[in-house]
């Protein structure tokens, strides 16, 4: 019912499968988009400028510090990661649904920053199942599966700092995407979002 | 996920469509049940006892105050209506969502005793609609339309200590079922109703 779109910030471990389900959201429901995150790292293989980043030197990331022009930064493995603010207040202007899929330290900045903004975090069903799909994918070293999982375990103590828990059950990625579409139109009925009604109420048109 | 049912309070003026809407919800998905309320009034041609309402007698209703029996009760146009602990207990341990339809001031009740509770106000898209409702039913005096309107516009007042606002446009009752049914669904998902999740993440089973 609100006009203006949402934030959605989703946040989960590795392995978790949050680029399919996001994927997934985004053809189910063309409302939602994904915010182009900046960062100094290079870019890998495949990988284009402002469609899976914007790929910007160190110079240029601190200067959006320093001007004020990111909402939400972290630095992480010697790379500056960021959402920049011009990246999401015109989408969300024009109504649309836009995902930051970023880190906790992130998340808690966007939370203080967008009050109105949706949390949600995205897990495996257990330890056991993230340790399968992570090995599963037979590009990491054993020694990146077991840095992977000792930050999942550190994220999930903070699933309390999240508004919503998202379950990606094995083969059920279409489940965990309307899980989310839910979850956000849910939010668009919060009284809290609609406060104009009673005024639209009464309007004589 | 929660494996304990929601208690759903569904509040609205007379007219917005709450009954019709209800069943859609119950129809929709079986887990969702009426709770029923015990009155003094008596009952209208039809009305089965047990079945739209617990009739008793002031006597009772009383014992049932001083007794603790009631999680809410209000008196309305010189009787008595409320809602017996031992109706939504056993349903919400079962899983059951247990639907209460009730005026605001048992709603205030209900979210100061079980502050998971979710408060929707049902409401029709705006005023004019709301009265033409009134006016199609036929069977209200003019004074009997004039009291619903007030009665109303002093409810839209209390919007906000309501978590959402659903609407129920004409001839879109299982638009607005479905938004009650994704409100639910996604306060299953709330971190705050999930807090067992991390210790079941890391359970070997």
């Known amino acids: 019912m609100a006009e203006k779109g949402t934030l959605v910030v989703v946040s989960g471990p590795s392995g978790a499968g949050k680029g399919t389900v996001l994927n997934l959201v985004m053809e189910t429901d063309p409302r939602f988009v994904y915010s182009v995150s900046a960062t100094t790292r290079a870019p890998r293989e495949g990988e284009i400028d402002g469609v899976h980043y914007h790929f910007v030197t160190r110079e240029t990331f601190e200067e959006y ?62 330890y056991k199942t993230l340790e399968a799909r992570l090995r599963g994918r037979g590009t990491n070293t054993e020694e990146d599966i077991r840095r992977r999982l000792d930050r999942a375990c550190e994220e999930l103590k903070l699933m309390d700092q999240y508004d919503f828990l998202v379950i990606n059950y094995d083969n059920m990625a279409q489940k965990a995407a309307e899980d989310i579409l839910g979850i956000v139109s849910a939010e668009e009925h919060a009284t809290a979002r609609n406060a104009g009604f009673p005024e639209r109420f009464f309007a004589e048109d």
């Open 65 to 126: 510090i320093r001007e004020g022009a990111l909402v939400e930064h972290t630095e992480y493995s010697g790379n500056y990661y960021g959402t920049l603010k011009s990246e999401i207040e015109g989408k969300l202007e024009e109504g649309k649904n836009v995902i930051l899929e970023i880190e906790v330290d992130g998340a808690m900045q966007i939370k203080s920053k967008f009050p109105d903004s949706v949390l949600i975090m995205l897990v495996t069903p257990d």
